[in-house]
């Protein structure tokens, strides 16, 4: 583990640890505030972010924008990050292989930003970060509480494209997180 950012950074710079690097354009760390409250986990870097090297910045992203906006948090004040920082091709979901060579850089991520609530983006980040055994549909809405972190798995922003009635629960959802974080920040007063 790295104590910090520049450290982390540069460890990743060239990175090979997995299959993904050969046909990348760019390595999409995360983005953000380095202090936040909050962390956001995608799945992977799609075609945008892969020519950008920067997450959520294409579809999905311009729908996470907008429900930072509709809960009146901005962009900044998050960190952004995925599981695998390196586009898996045609957007195919990460393999484990590629996920597990990759989590060293997320956990690393995490404890340099030390959030008090991380929303998991889809079943890829629920499974990779809580554990095989959790499925997105019946986990989504519901906290766990994991070493003083608070989880929120909820629907990937890309399953609100295909599906409206998603979009409903998608926000319940993110709702629940701004409340959390009112809280949160309440009890630190
Ligand atoms: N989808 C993700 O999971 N992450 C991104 O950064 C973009 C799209």
Same mark, same amino acid.
């Given at each position: 583990?790295?104590?910090?950012?520049?450290?982390l950074?540069?460890?990743?710079?060239?990175?090979?640890?997995?299959?993904?690097?050969?046909?990348?354009?760019?390595? $999409?760390?995360?983005?953000?505030?380095?202090?936040?409250?909050?962390?956001?986990?995608?799945?992977?870097?799609?075609?945008d972010?892969?020519?950008?090297?920067?997450?959520?910045?294409?579809?999905?992203?311009?729908?996470?924008?907008?429900?930072?906006?509709?809960?009146?948090?901005?962009?900044?004040?998050?960190y952004?990050?995925?599981?695998v920082?390196?586009r898996?091709?045609?957007?195919?979901?990460?393999?484990?292989?590629?996920?597990?060579?990759?989590?060293?850089?997320?956990r690393?991520?995490?404890?340099? $930003?030390?959030?008090?609530?991380?929303?998991?983006?889809?079943?890829?980040?629920?499974?990779?970060?809580?554990?095989?055994?959790?499925?997105?549909?019946?986990?989504?809405?519901?906290?766990?509480?994991?070493?003083?972190?608070?989880?929120?798995?909820?629907?990937?922003?890309?399953?609100?494209?295909?599906d409206?009635?998603?979009?409903?629960?998608?926000?319940?959802?993110?709702?629940? $997180?701004?409340?959390?974080?009112?809280?949160?920040?309440?009890?630190?007063?």
């Amino acid at each position: 583990m790295y104590e910090t950012w520049e450290e982390l950074e540069n460890s990743i710079k060239d990175c090979r640890k997995c299959k993904l690097c050969p046909t990348r354009h760019n390595i $999409v760390f995360g983005e953000g505030n380095k202090q936040a409250d909050i962390m956001f986990i995608g799945e992977g870097p799609g075609a945008d972010e892969d020519s950008q090297g920067l997450p959520f910045v294409g579809k999905a992203g311009q729908l996470m924008n907008k429900a930072y906006q509709g809960l009146g948090i901005k962009r900044e004040e998050v960190y952004i990050t995925n599981i695998v920082k390196c586009r898996p091709p045609s957007n195919r979901v990460p393999e484990e292989d590629e996920a597990r060579a990759c989590l060293d850089y997320l956990r690393n991520q995490v404890i340099l $930003v030390k959030p008090k609530i991380i929303v998991l983006l889809g079943s890829t980040a629920l499974k990779n970060i809580l554990g095989k055994e959790y499925g997105i549909t019946s986990a989504r809405g519901k906290w766990i509480e994991q070493k003083g972190i608070h989880y929120m798995p909820t629907w990937h922003p890309a399953a609100l494209l295909r599906d409206e009635n998603k979009k409903i629960e998608f926000w319940k959802d993110l709702k629940e $997180v701004v409340n959390k974080y009112e809280e949160i920040k309440s009890q630190n007063k």
